[in-house]
């Protein structure tokens, strides 16, 4: 496979580091390629703004990157990145969960790089399809480390499942564009770490990069399944029984 690591954590020698070089080792270990953006390492600019652009005649910021698009007028490293996505087979975001999200630098690399007319809108104007969009055919997993401990993060933590604080990111940025998702790997209870945890957590990373073709997706429901109404509210029936919530949208 070709497999891109897009990489947040402005301390090289940090947990989220550490696991990246592992899961990077490993899978070239198993004979894929392997290409790594690390967007504190480049100076990755967060911000989109007009100056990504060039010059466009379209006032609507969402309009204005599909003109650019569309024009070949979008900025160099914007280009690049996206030239990486359409590379790759497999997208790994590497990331500590800061705030319950990814961090702004990360957040800045899919504001940026996942442009109208790339990503989504064909041509600035189409409707995007979640499960079906111009990134379809591309599998994307999210590697999270998390200070605080599991039980604070699940059905009944005060912090709220993980699944649910991931799905905006999962469902939303990954599955919007067509990508399937796999289950993400997840460490918990990162604030210390000694050497022997940090073995068990490296050697189930590496398992788990070297099932990365065996994955079996989250299933979550494509918009053009039949499964939703015209308003894109799932339709009376088709839930999963005793499912509420982001659950919903997944299929069980």
């Known amino acids: 496979m070709n497999v891109l690591v897009v990489y947040a954590h402005p301390e090289p020698g940090s947990l989220t580091g550490a696991l990246k070089d592992v899961a990077v080792e490993q899978l070239r270990a198993d004979g894929h390629e392997v290409r790594i953006t690390d967007l ?21 910021f ?5 003109e650019a698009y569309r024009n070949g007028t979008l900025s160099a490293d914007i280009r690049a990145e996206q030239e990486k996505l359409l590379w790759a087979d497999t997208v790994l975001l590497h990331f500590p969960l800061w705030w319950f999200s990814m961090p702004a630098i990360m957040k800045g690399w899919v504001d940026r790089v996942l442009t109208c007319g790339f990503a989504y809108g064909a041509g600035g104007d189409a409707i995007p399809r979640y499960g079906a969009g111009v990134l ?8 999270v480390s998390v200070g605080g401990k599991e039980p604070s993060y699940s059905d009944r933590g005060i912090n709220g499942p993980i699944e649910d604080l991931l799905f905006p990111i999962q469902h939303g940025i990954l599955y919007y564009p067509g990508m399937d998702v796999l289950p993400p790997f997840v460490v918990h209870g990162t604030i210390r770490v000694d050497d022997e945890r940090f073995g068990e957590i490296a050697d189930d990373l590496r398992r788990r990069m070297s099932e990365l073709e065996k994955l079996e ?12 109404d015209r308003s894109l509210r799932l339709a009376a029936g088709r839930e999963t029984l005793g499912s509420n919530g982001f659950g919903l949208h997944v299929a069980r």
């Not at 600019?45 to 466009?56: P, T, Y």
């Not at 969402?62 to 599909?66: E, N, R």
């Open 40 to 60: 504190y390492g480049m100076g990755w600019k967060a911000q989109a703004d007009a100056e990504d652009f060039g010059a466009v005649g379209e006032s609507n």
């Open 62 to 66: 969402m309009l204005a990157s599909g």
């Open 136 to 143: 379809a055919g591309r599998r994307a997993m999210l590697v």
């Open 217 to 228: 997706p989250i299933r979550y429901r494509p918009q053009g399944g039949g499964d939703y």
